[in-house]
């Protein structure tokens, strides 16, 4: 009698269960869809939601809608999507060596060799030349952006050999689409995106951190750096610190965005951080840095953290 327990063949320790990659996607492309974490959808939402934070908070500030920003929002979850996965596929490219000695990522498919190097590449970039597509339905401020955006995306993956900071270098890579998407429907930059980025760098440091506590006893074997590793059993307070920097920094993005005359959009868009301040209080309370199933729950919850934001600046917007 066979084991209907068993997890599907390749499939990665932290997949989500019962994901459609593993159900429905045809054999031959499972290994690339996984390269491009279609499995762990987390990650696109977390590269997605500071794009619709710096869309949605422009929209508020310049007082106008119009069915180009609709696109953009659509343009921004597609893009979402394809530079999640050539940013992973590159990740896991430049980590191969490492990967099969982590037991969460020895099954990933090039160190247990279900992908080979070169087709890797490929794919990685087939991702990159059709997000670059979308890219070039937008204004040349964001195009610009766009494309200088590559430059942390093929720095952080080797960032955690040389630092013990790599969470702020996936946060500068992370949070960029609050840049990009301000710039998309304004054709420049301000302070506004400026301090919505940083505060975007801060939750990264803060929910990355937490994710990275699954592999502080592997990574040490190894020699990888990063913060879970260099704040061990004082993560708590310094996590509270970056929870403190994400809705302050927010908070004056918002300020600096509403004009002076709107102060009600004002009162009603400041609870977006002030109520994902408290998500990620609630984070913090449920924190075990010694369980990997309380880790990856909340770093998953961090979807939702995000989308408070989405949904109160969405309302301050309808007003």
Not at 16 to 23: A, L, S
Not at 163 to 168: D, S
Not at 243 to 248: M, Q
Request: proline share 6%.
């Amino acid at each position: 009698m066979s084991d209907t327990s068993k997890a599907p063949v390749g499939q990665i320790a932290d997949a989500v269960k019962d994901n459609w990659v593993d159900r429905f996607a045809p054999n031959p492309v499972k290994p690339f869809f996984r390269l491009s974490r279609l499995d762990r959808p987390i990650g696109t939402w977390l590269l997605l939601l500071p794009c619709w934070w710096g869309l949605l908070l422009a929209m508020i500030s310049t007082g106008t809608v119009s069915w180009h920003d609709a696109w953009i929002f659509i343009g921004c979850a597609f893009g979402a999507v394809l530079m999640r996965g050539a940013g992973c596929t590159w990740n896991d490219i430049t980590d191969r060596d490492f990967d099969g000695s982590v037991e969460r990522t020895a099954l990933r498919p090039i160190p247990s060799g279900q992908v080979p190097v070169i087709k890797a590449v490929v794919w990685t970039a087939l991702q990159a030349f059709i997000a670059l597509g979308i890219l070039l339905t937008f204004n040349k401020t964001a195009i610009l952006l766009g494309v200088v955006s590559l430059v942390p995306v093929a720095i952080y993956p080797f960032a955690k050999r040389f630092t013990w900071w790599p969470q702020v270098f996936l946060g500068i890579a992370f949070n960029w689409g609050a840049l990009l998407a301000w710039a998309a429907h304004t054709g420049s930059l301000g302070w506004p995106p400026i301090l919505l980025y940083l505060a975007g760098i801060a939750w990264t440091l803060f929910y990355d951190t937490i994710y990275a506590h699954q592999d502080t006893e592997d990574d040490a074997l190894i020699g990888i750096k990063s913060t879970a590793r260099l704040f061990g059993d004082d993560s708590p307070r310094y996590l509270s610190w970056f929870l403190v920097a994400t809705v302050s920094l927010m908070a004056m993005a918002v300020i600096a965005a509403v004009p002076d005359a709107e102060m009600i959009t004002m009162l009603i868009a400041i609870f977006g951080p002030w109520l994902m301040g408290w998500h990620l209080w609630w984070q913090l309370g449920r924190l075990d840095t010694e369980n990997n199933d309380v880790l990856i729950g909340l770093f998953r919850s961090n979807r939702d953290a995000g989308l408070i934001p989405v949904l109160i600046f969405a309302v301050a917007l309808m007003l």
